[in-house]
C-alpha cells in the first residue's frame, strides 16, 4: 500500500517525519492513552460540579453593606473558578505522563529514532498537551458559566455576563491551566520519571509556597514569583470592594499585583523550564 499518497505531508518523500507528521504522530500518542481521557473527564466533571455546588451557597445575606456590582462579579468569578486550584493538580500529573511516561516504557527510543533532531518531539508534544488542555477547560469553564449564572441568581446576586473584565478573567483561569500543564510536562522532560516529575511539580505547586510563608516578610516578594501565587494574581479580579473580606497575601504589598504581570510569571517559567528540557534532551542520551 502507498503511505505516501495517502499521507504525503505526515511522510516526505526523504522518508523523514515533517513536523506536521510530528504533531499527527503525538496527537495519536496522546489520544491513544486512557489516561488522558481520564484526567480531562475529572478535570471536565469538577470544574462543572463544584462551580455549582459553590454557586448554589453564596450569596451576600447577612453582609454588610450594599455590594458593588464590582463585589457581585468578584463573586461571580469566584464561583466559576474555584475548582481551578485542583484542576491545576490533573493538568500537572498529565504534563508530567505525557513526556516521563515515554521513557518510563522505553517508548522515547523509537520516538528519537524517528525524529533525530529531538526538538520538534518535545515542541509537538507540548504543542498537543497545550492545545487539548485550553479546549478541555474552556469546555469546562463554558458549561460553568450558565450553571452558575443561574444559580446565583436564585440566591439574589445579579450576574452581569456582557462584563468584558468578567470573561478575562475566566480567560485567565484557561491560560492558567494550560501553563501549569507546559510548566508540569518541562519538569518531567527535565527528570524522565513519572514519579519523580509528579512529585517535583506538586512540590513546586503546593509545599514551596506553604514553606514561604514561614520565612521574613521580606520573603513575600520572592514567594509571588512561584507558579501557584502567580496564579492567584492571574484569577483576580480588579475591584475595590471583594465580595468578602479576605486578605491575599501578596496582592496588598507585592509588585507583582496586576493580571497580566502574574500572566508573565507563568510564561517565564514555561520560557525557563522548557528551555533547559530541550537542551537537555539533545545533550543526554535517550
Known amino acids: 500500500m502507498s503511505t505516501t499518497e495517502e499521507s504525503p505531508v505526515f511522510i516526505p518523500?526523504?522518508?523523514?517525519?515533517?513536523?506536521?507528521?510530528?504533531?499527527?504522530?503525538?496527537?495519536?500518542?496522546?489520544?491513544?492513552?486512557?489516561?488522558?481521557?481520564?484526567?480531562?473527564?475529572?478535570?471536565?466533571?469538577?470544574?462543572?460540579?463544584?462551580?455549582?455546588?459553590?454557586?448554589?451557597?453564596?450569596?451576600?445575606?447577612?453582609?454588610?453593606?450594599?455590594?458593588?456590582q464590582d463585589a457581585i462579579q468578584d463573586m461571580a468569578v469566584y464561583a466559576v473558578t474555584v475548582s481551578t486550584d485542583f484542576?491545576?493538580?490533573?493538568?500537572?500529573?498529565?504534563?508530567?505522563?505525557?513526556?516521563?511516561?515515554?521513557?518510563?516504557?522505553?517508548?522515547?527510543?523509537?520516538?528519537?529514532?524517528?525524529?533525530?533532531?529531538?526538538?520538534?518531539?518535545?515542541?509537538?508534544?507540548?504543542?498537543?498537551?497545550?492545545?487539548?488542555?485550553?479546549?478541555?477547560?474552556?469546555?469546562?469553564?463554558?458549561?460553568?458559566?450558565?450553571?452558575?449564572?443561574?444559580?446565583?441568581?436564585?440566591?439574589?446576586?445579579?450576574?452581569?455576563?456582557?462584563?468584558?473584565?468578567?470573561w478575562i478573567v475566566l480567560l485567565g483561569s484557561v491560560g492558567y491551566l494550560v501553563l501549569v500543564s507546559l510548566i508540569a510536562f518541562s519538569v518531567g522532560a527535565l527528570l524522565r520519571s513519572t514519579a519523580g516529575g509528579t512529585a517535583a511539580t506538586f512540590g513546586l505547586l503546593l509545599v514551596v509556597p506553604v514553606a514561604t510563608s514561614f520565612l521574613p516578610a521580606w520573603a513575600e516578594n520572592i514567594a509571588i514569583l512561584l507558579p501557584s501565587v502567580a496564579g492567584d494574581v492571574l484569577l483576580s479580579y480588579p475591584t475595590e470592594q471583594s465580595w468578602v473580606d479576605l486578605a491575599a497575601p501578596t496582592a496588598g504589598s507585592a509588585w507583582i499585583t496586576e493580571p497580566w504581570q502574574g500572566g508573565l510569571t507563568l510564561i517565564a517559567w514555561v520560557a525557563v523550564l522548557f528551555t533547559a528540557a530541550a537542551v537537555l534532551l539533545r545533550e543526554r542520551d535517550a
Open 87 to 166: 484542576g491545576v493538580l490533573v493538568v500537572g500529573v498529565l504534563g508530567v505522563i505525557v513526556i516521563a511516561g515515554e521513557y518510563g516504557t522505553g517508548m522515547i527510543q523509537s520516538t528519537v529514532t524517528a525524529v533525530p533532531r529531538r526538538l520538534p518531539i518535545l515542541v509537538a508534544k507540548a504543542l498537543v498537551v497545550a492545545v487539548a488542555t485550553f479546549v478541555v477547560s474552556s469546555v469546562a469553564l463554558a458549561m460553568t458559566v450558565p450553571v452558575s449564572a443561574t444559580l446565583l441568581a436564585g440566591n439574589g446576586v445579579a450576574v452581569r455576563l456582557d462584563d468584558p473584565q468578567y
Open 13 to 68: 518523500a526523504d522518508g523523514a517525519l515533517d513536523f506536521g507528521g510530528v504533531v499527527r504522530s503525538e496527537w495519536i500518542k496522546f489520544r491513544s492513552v486512557r489516561s488522558t481521557w481520564w484526567a480531562y473527564a475529572i478535570l471536565l466533571v469538577v470544574t462543572v460540579g463544584v462551580g455549582a455546588q459553590v454557586s448554589s451557597s453564596l450569596s451576600f445575606d447577612g453582609m454588610p453593606g450594599v455590594p458593588t
